[in-house]
């Protein structure tokens, strides 16, 4: 009888444990209020990290409410010298999870930055067809390719074939509109609004460059995209290896990687929008991969001149990074 008695305390003993754990691992407050350390087997890759457990310990996190008020100020300072009328900031901790944002709620329109769940869905046709990579396609010049302020660097020649693997390069490393467009128009709609309804993010119905690249889209959302490729949650392990380190050759200087150490690698996407009301938006989003302690940073931004957004996001991404040196020392 006192055995049935130890038993059954026990298990009420552990079921409760359970639920109070399981309810503090799903709070909304959780990342921010708890010592979490992820168990992680990185098995050799440069950019990946994937996750394989989680558990609790003694680990003291970042105070994110000094991040957030310095990420604040910034902004406060950009908007009274009229640099800069509304911006976003997302940061997250990519080795214990730990995030703080300013207006994550409010929604931009992605541009370029859209390019990222392009390039996922590509790699994940190439995840069961290796070979679909080496299929070329011919491009013929398009009249609809977004207008850019941000040049290529190198551009497709007319009538020329390329393999989707070179297109996907030309896409996220120079950023061309006309290489999107050629991805876009052959791939099938329904994989890409795949792609978004998988990651819980808003769904499209259309493969059209304009519409994908006006398509809204929360800061906290876009920054999952990021977020996926670094866990190898939803691509192979080589494959989201391989995009994040395509992301690392993006050769757009004018945002998170301006003012950090040429040695400190940085897989990134930027994207622009000139709007017809004369509002201009620049965002830059991505993994710094500090030394032991890589982070994700979002930033999206409204203004008037583009400079003047870009020198905001540059000093959002240098404070970050030299607040986060000084707290690991």
């Not at 394989?52 to 406060?76: A, G």
């Not at 929604?107 to 080496?134: C, E, G, H, R």
């Not at 493969?207 to 959302?221: F, G, M, T, Y």
Request: proline letters at 5%.
């Amino acid at each position: 009888m006192q055995g049935n008695l130890r038993l059954l305390l026990i298990f009420t003993i552990t079921a409760i444990t359970s639920f109070t754990l399981g309810y503090l691992l799903h709070s909304p407050d959780f990342p921010q209020i708890q010592n979490l350390i992820e168990d992680r087997n990185p098995q050799g890759y440069k950019f990946i990290n994937p996750l394989l457990d989680c558990n609790l310990s003694n680990f003291n996190s970042t105070n994110l409410n000094d991040l957030k008020s310095q990420f604040l100020q910034i902004v406060d300072k950009y908007k009274s010298q009229n640099k800069l009328s509304f911006a976003s900031v997302y940061y997250r901790d990519l080795n214990n999870g730990p995030w703080v944002g300013i207006n994550e709620k409010e929604t931009f329109s992605p541009a370029s930055l859209m390019k990222v769940p392009l390039l996922i869905s590509y790699l994940k046709i190439a995840d069961n067809n290796p070979q679909f990579l080496d299929q070329k396609l011919t491009f013929n010049p398009d009249s609809k390719a977004l207008y850019q302020s941000v040049l290529p660097q190198i551009t497709l020649t007319p009538n020329q074939q390329y393999t989707i693997k070179e297109l996907i390069e030309r896409m996220i490393i120079y950023s061309d509109n006309q290489a999107t467009n050629l991805l876009y128009n052959n791939l099938d709609p329904k994989l890409l609004d795949q792609t978004f309804k998988d990651l819980g993010v808003e769904t499209i119905s259309t493969v059209d460059a304009d519409n994908i690249s006006s398509l809204d889209i929360k800061i906290k959302d876009y920054a999952s995209f990021f977020r996926i490729l670094f866990n190898a949650s939803y691509l192979s392990k080589p494959m989201s290896e391989s995009a994040l380190s395509i992301l690392s050759q993006v050769n757009f200087t004018d945002g998170l990687v301006a003012n950090l150490p040429k040695d400190i690698k940085i897989s990134h996407k930027f994207g622009e929008r000139f709007l017809t009301t004369g509002e201009k938006q620049l965002h830059d989003c991505g993994i710094i991969y500090l030394p032991r302690h890589p982070y994700l940073l979002c930033v999206m931004s409204r203004g008037t001149e583009f400079p003047k957004l870009s020198e905001f996001i540059k000093e959002i991404s240098n404070s970050t990074y030299q607040y986060l040196s000084t707290d690991s020392e």
